[in-house]
Antibody
Framework: QVQVVQSGAEVKKPGASVKVSCQAS????????MHWVRQAPGQRLEWMGWINVGNGNTKYSQNFQDRVTFSRDTSATTSYTELSGLTSEDTAVFFC???????????WGQGTLVTVSS | SYELTQPPSVSVSPGQTARITCSGD??????TYWYQQKPGQAPVLLIRRDTERPSGIPERFSGSSSGTAVTLTISGVQAEDEADYYC???????????FGGGTKLTVL
């Protein structure tokens, strides 16, 4: 059974950066994909992009590509998303979700609340 | 950019059938996935590849596809099914993921 666990809540000031981690367990292979999704309060799910944990390949949504970076630590089966230039509009829950493909999101983390406030 | 369209809300009485539609130009060529999200929780995969139900998902949830529209059907709706439902697909190159705007299901 695949399980996905995310890091805890963060509070950041405008202009700062935030780095959220996501650890997946239960896969027998390392070549899986980790997607990242943002959800502002009361709003829809917004896809940010994905990283292939095995080879490091990434794909970013055009809405985030200028200020988001995905990375991974294969030894710890942990993926990271770092979002820079935070504004109040980035106050949201960030989810990671994993699958074996780039077009679907099978197993979701519990979400990480990022609050941007001065 | 590619968009998926869902109705903002659907209301049904317990025991009735709820149908939530999702439309998009490429849906006749691309798989659709459905997720259920309850307040304060992460989304859960309900339907994969238009019609497949992952293990552990109740049989009352089903998916169907016709042309550029797909439908999530919930038969015999229960109070616990009250949630937001999102459809999701990919662009023509299977590179970018796109979500619908979400549908709030209210059980009267």
């Amino acid at each position: 059974q695949v399980q996905v666990v995310q890091s805890g809540a963060e509070v950041k000031k405008p202009g700062a950066s935030v780095k959220v981690s996501c650890q997946a367990s239960g896969y027998s292979i390392t070549s899986y994909v980790m997607h990242w999704v943002r959800q502002a309060p009361g709003q829809r799910l917004e896809w940010m992009g994905w990283i292939n944990v095995g080879n490091g390949n990434t794909k970013y949504s055009q809405n985030f590509q200028d200020r988001v970076t995905f990375s991974r630590d294969t030894s710890a089966t942990t993926s990271y998303t770092e979002l820079s230039g935070l504004t109040s509009e980035d106050t949201a829950v960030f989810f990671c979700a994993t699958s074996l493909g780039t077009t679907n999101l099978d197993y979701w983390g519990q979400g990480t609340l990022v609050t941007v406030s001065s | 950019s590619y968009e998926l369209t869902q109705p903002p809300s659907v209301s049904v009485s317990p025991g009735q059938t709820a149908r939530i539609t999702c439309s998009g130009d490429a849906l006749s060529r691309k798989y659709t996935y459905w997720y259920q999200q309850k307040p304060g929780q992460a989304p859960v995969l309900l339907i994969r590849r238009d019609t497949e139900r992952p293990s552990g998902i109740p049989e009352r949830f089903s998916g169907s596809s016709s042309g550029t529209a797909v439908t999530l059907t919930i038969s015999g709706v229960q109070a616990e099914d009250e949630a937001d439902y999102y459809c999701q697909s990919a662009d023509s190159s299977n590179t970018y993921v796109v979500f619908g705007g979400g549908t709030k299901l209210t059980v009267l």
